[in-house]
């Protein structure tokens, strides 16, 4: 008799062990202190150079025989008003023309990936699309990612360049409107993720 009540549940628990090995999703939160946004951008006198302080974000993929099959979600959440550039004058400028008294985040989601294709050794490219939120205006945006596999984390970097007027953001400006700043900016990413079970 207890022969016949173990047999279904060692079985169902092989089962298990087998998908689990075969594919899987797994969940990640972003690791802030090992991650690094900065946004690059030009002035009439020089160029310069913001970076993120305070973020946070999820992640989850399915893997299959250790292989990456899929991006199932991605988002990312940044403290507007982290953004520094180690100069009082000019984050006060930048802050004004985020409207951080109202629109505390910026935020990404994901929405769907176009492509997935293996680079190197434990390293894909992505093609992806998303929403970027940036002072209360959304936006579609298509953004080229960099998977990387290291043990028990996953680096996600890459490169985007964008229009602050796409954001209904007026490019910030110093000393009386003399010092005007571009309408481009330059975004480059490193983000790390580790895994939420740990």
Not at 107 to 134: D, F, W
Request: positive net charge; glycine residues 6%.
């Amino acid at each position: 008799m207890k022969k016949s009540i173990l047999y279904p549940i060692c079985w169902s628990l092989f089962l298990l062990a087998i998908g689990l090995q075969n594919g899987f999703a797994q969940n990640y939160v972003l690791k802030n202190a090992e991650s690094s946004i900065r946004v690059a951008g030009t002035s009439n006198l020089h160029d310069w150079e913001l970076e993120v302080k305070d973020m946070s974000g999820t992640l989850a993929l399915s893997q299959e025989d250790g292989v990456l099959t899929a991006l199932n979600k991605l988002e990312l959440q940044i403290v507007a008003e982290s953004l520094s550039s180690g100069k009082n004058g000019m984050d006060k400028n930048t802050y004004k023309a985020l409207n951080t008294k109202k629109h505390k985040a910026i935020t990404y989601r994901l929405k769907s990936v176009g492509s997935l294709e293996p680079a190197r050794a434990n390293t894909y490219l992505l093609k992806t699309t998303g929403s970027l939120t940036i002072s209360g205006v959304t936006q579609t945006v298509s953004i080229p990612f960099e998977v990387r596999f290291l043990a028990d984390e996953i680096v996600l970097s890459g490169t985007y360049k964008m229009q602050m007027s796409t954001y209904k953001i007026e490019p910030p400006t110093a000393l009386f409107g003399t010092i005007t700043t571009g309408d481009e900016l330059h975004i480059t990413f490193k983000t790390t993720f580790i895994n939420q079970a740990l």
